[in-house]
């Protein structure tokens, strides 16, 4: 049975060509980039080169990239750094209420050591509010922190907008663009962003390896100490193979992004509406327009998220319900019920991600799949749905 992947929002395959650009690194260039002979020298030219590549992305610096190992560290290091940097004059940080479960706990750490965290609600597409936003900014606040586009329901935010306001009032704005790096135009310069973070698995990358971007003259603590690497903020020896690698899935991306992206939008418009139109009970979650172009979140009324992505793995299709990174938890998604749905309305969502290597095919058959796994689990669910 041929398998077909529809969860590209929890992670991509590598791309074959990021892969051939990193195999050299795992053998002939394995050197460590902090040593001064010539494997070293050859190690860090490969590194700083990839760094240059992956600021050109964003409008950025290449000594504004700061390499880590993935999203959540990127995330803790921008959260937790700007906070114990700053924690003299500014103890308060303002997070949405649809961010990754890596803010929202880092915020709750936070938390315990003194700081003040404001949460903001968000409307039923999971926009925030930009005059909450206003009222809630105060002369202590240290950080704004509001994810650009919603791992879980796709809607994509007015980062400009919130950049704006938050340079206005003296306050750095960092957004976790791990679902959008790459696939939205990112300009960290006019869109005032201070820190961004961006992960190499959501693109085509290699796992265990992602930025975050450090504008130049942000207060910022390191929270791993060590040998000073990546300008003392980030000591660890580098992962130079596969820090190449996500430079080379940033650079295809930036070169084809967008007409892959019109290519995935339209097999996406033709699976959401496979759903709506044909399937009674069901619901789009998040913004209709606003959205990431791969993404279609859908409640289904009287079924289980969880018993759906079962049925359909059983017949070859991978979906989530949910985030990955919290999928097996029996509690409702904090993004769903977020947006005012009810526990019964979360539990019956299905979070499909289309993505690079995604065929009409595999979308024709998957709404015809779908179609049947429906009708065939409300057939035997106590719950009703109309």
Not at 292 to 306: D, H, Q, R
Not at 323 to 340: N, Q, Y
């Amino acid at each position: 049975m041929q398998k077909i992947y529809l969860d590209y929002a929890a992670t991509t395959p590598v791309d074959a060509r990021v892969l051939k650009a990193m195999l050299p690194y795992f053998s002939k260039g394995f050197g460590n980039s902090m040593s001064l002979h010539s494997f070293g020298v050859d190690a860090l030219e490969a590194l700083e080169e990839s760094r240059k590549t992956i600021a050109d992305v964003i409008s950025a610096y290449p000594q504004e990239i700061i390499f880590t190992s993935s999203a959540t560290e990127s995330n803790n290091l921008a959260l937790k750094g700007v906070a114990f940097a700053n924690k003299r004059e500014k103890k308060h940080i303002i997070v949405s209420t649809i961010e990754h479960d890596c803010v929202l706990e880092s915020s709750r750490w936070l938390e315990h050591q003194g700081f003040e965290i404001t949460r903001l609600s968000v409307d039923r597409n999971g926009f925030v509010d930009l005059k909450e936003l206003k009222k809630a900014i105060r002369k202590d606040t240290a950080l704004v922190s509001i994810i650009h586009a919603n791992n879980e329901i796709g809607t994509i935010q007015d980062i400009r907008a919130i950049g704006d306001m938050c340079h206005k009032a003296g306050v750095y704005f960092h957004t976790d663009a791990s679902q959008s790096f790459g696939k939205e135009k990112i300009n960290v310069r006019s869109m005032n962003i201070d820190l961004l973070t961006a992960s190499s698995h959501k693109m085509y990358g290699p796992k265990g390896v992602a930025i975050l971007f450090v504008k130049k003259g942000v207060r910022i603590e390191p929270i791993l100490h060590g040998g000073g690497h990546e300008n003392g903020l980030r000591s660890s020896t580098s992962n130079v193979a596969a820090i190449v690698g996500m430079a080379k899935a940033a650079e295809i991306l930036s070169r084809e992004g967008e007409k892959e992206n019109q290519r995935i939008r339209r097999l996406r418009d033709i699976l959401k509406s496979d759903i709506l139109t044909k399937m009674k009970g069901t619901k789009l979650n998040g913004d209709p327009t606003k959205r990431l172009a791969n993404n279609v979140n859908v409640s289904i009324f009287g079924i289980e998220g969880e018993s759906m992505v079962l049925e359909l793995d059983y017949h070859g299709i991978a979906v989530s319900t949910g985030s990955a990174c919290s999928s097996r938890t029996l509690e409702p998604s904090h993004v769903l019920t977020a947006i005012g749905l009810s526990h019964k309305e979360a539990h019956g969502s299905l979070r499909i991600s289309l993505g690079r290597f995604t065929k009409e095919s595999d979308i024709k058959k998957t709404g015809a799949i779908l179609e049947k796994v429906v009708k065939k689990l409300r057939s035997i669910s106590p719950v009703p749905y109309e």
